[in-house]
């Protein structure tokens, strides 16, 4: 059995929490939080851009820590799940590891380039693993559509197209200021950034056009550019749209035998917030024929994060990094991040390097 610390009750923490409980091999064994209210189990005060707000919480087979440090040092934590704003990512995910305990923190990896190489030299040396949270594959749609590129079950990926934007969040004040974020060229899209390299590689270069805001990008059209000269790739993504847009995310891809759509997201805001599918699921075969895929991963608001953390805790018991949880991929994707944030300040193609 995999005992799992997590550190940050926040919306993530609360997700990763509620993920954890139909895990199999695993369970969430202690928490750490320096808010009082939510070690008492009053959650009632978290609240995201998707799925249900917090609530009462039963803790009282569950381990309450107020200071991480205290969580790090109990010997029968296995896994120490790092919930954290981004800016407390460094710290914390090498305090952790430095205490030798296997680590997932939340993407983004971190905000600067030299602490996630930090992260991932560290956890080397110190011969744990070290994987970052990047949910995103494990959406049953966006899952999917790796396998689709991955097998080529439908042929060569021709050309492809995702977005991912929303408007800028109100529901926790980690999250308002955009600028302990790194902007939302990092925050929001370095999902996408880590889904296109988990799927065609990581780019040779990027030519990018954005939104710039106090030094950090808030928006960004990326065309991102690989050895093979007949592959297209492009994404816009950001935290630009006005309230009622609260978020939205979907792809277009193109293979030689195939056309795969998708597209939803949350708008409305109060009573009238509703989850939309503007595109349900849909593949186009060559002969036009149209079919809606059965997918598994439940129903559950918080499935995806099962499907994550699962990976981890098989990770821990094969001794095998998971591709779509690895530490050195989502640096990878940071870097992208910046090689766009160059493109757009000087108007040139820049190498991701």
């Known amino acids: 059995m995999v005992r799992?610390?997590?550190?940050?009750?926040?919306?993530?923490?609360?997700?990763?929490?509620?993920?954890?409980?139909?895990?199999?091999?695993?369970?969430?064994?202690?928490?750490?939080?320096?808010?009082?209210?939510?070690?008492?189990?009053?959650?009632?005060?978290?609240?995201?851009?998707?799925?249900p707000r917090g609530s009462q919480v039963d803790l009282s087979k569950i381990k309450q820590y107020s200071d991480y440090h205290d969580l790090l040092a109990d010997?029968?934590?296995?896994?120490?799940?790092?919930?954290?704003?981004?800016?407390?990512?460094?710290?914390?995910?090498?305090?952790?590891?430095?205490?030798?305990?296997?680590?997932l923190v939340e993407k983004p990896i971190a905000i600067d380039l030299k602490a996630a190489n930090k992260?991932?030299?560290?956890?080397?040396?110190?011969?744990?693993?070290f994987m970052v949270a990047q949910v995103l594959p494990f959406?049953?749609?966006?899952?999917?559509?790796?396998e689709c590129v991955r097998s080529n079950k439908y042929g060569k990926l021709?050309?492809?197209h995702f977005r991912r934007v929303m408007a800028?969040?109100?529901?926790?004040?980690?999250?308002?200021?955009?600028?302990?974020?790194?902007?939302?060229?990092?925050?929001?899209?370095?999902?996408?950034?880590?889904?296109?390299?988990?799927?065609?590689g990581v780019p040779?270069?990027?030519?990018?056009?954005?939104?710039?805001?106090?030094?950090?990008?808030?928006?960004?059209?990326?065309v991102y550019d690989y050895d093979d000269p007949n592959l297209a790739v492009s994404c816009v993504s950001g935290g630009i749209a006005t309230r009622g847009l609260e978020f939205a995310h979907g792809y277009e891809l193109y293979f030689e035998d195939a056309t795969v759509l998708f597209g939803a997201g949350t708008m409305g805001v109060g009573k009238n917030k509703e989850w939309v599918v503007?595109?349900?699921?849909?593949?186009?075969?060559?002969?036009?024929?149209?079919?809606?895929?059965?997918?598994?991963?439940?129903?559950?608001?918080?499935a995806a994060f099962t499907l994550e953390l699962q990976a981890a805790v098989d990770a821990l018991q094969s001794g095998e990094e998971p591709e779509a949880l690895s530490g050195a991929l989502a640096r990878d994707a940071l870097k992208i991040c910046y090689a766009e944030a160059k493109s757009i300040q000087t108007g040139r193609s820049i190498p991701v390097k």
Do not use: Y
């Not at 992260?119 to 693993?129: F, L, P, T």
């Open 158 to 160: 021709l050309a492809a």
């Open 119 to 129: 992260m991932v030299k560290a956890a080397e040396k110190a011969g744990v693993q």
């Open 4 to 51: 799992i610390g997590i550190i940050g009750i926040g919306f993530m923490g609360m997700a990763h929490f509620e993920g954890a409980r139909k895990l199999k091999g695993a369970k969430v064994t202690a928490i750490s939080t320096r808010d009082s209210k939510k070690l008492a189990g009053d959650w009632s005060s978290i609240e995201g851009n998707f799925g």
């Open 204 to 222: 040779t270069k990027v030519t990018s056009r954005g939104i710039e805001n106090k030094g950090f990008i808030n928006h960004v059209h990326t």
């Open 139 to 146: 959406f049953p749609e966006f899952q999917f559509a790796v």
């Open 168 to 200: 800028p969040p109100k529901w926790s004040e980690n999250i308002e200021d955009f600028q302990k974020l790194g902007g939302w060229g990092i925050d929001l899209h370095i999902h996408d950034n880590h889904l296109i390299s988990l799927m065609c």
């Open 278 to 302: 503007s595109q349900p699921l849909t593949l186009i075969s060559k002969n036009g024929q149209l079919k809606h895929p059965k997918l598994k991963g439940g129903d559950a608001w918080c």
């Open 75 to 103: 010997p029968d934590i296995d896994l120490v799940d790092i919930c954290l704003p981004t800016q407390m990512h460094e710290q914390v995910a090498l305090d952790s590891i430095r205490a030798g305990k296997h680590t």
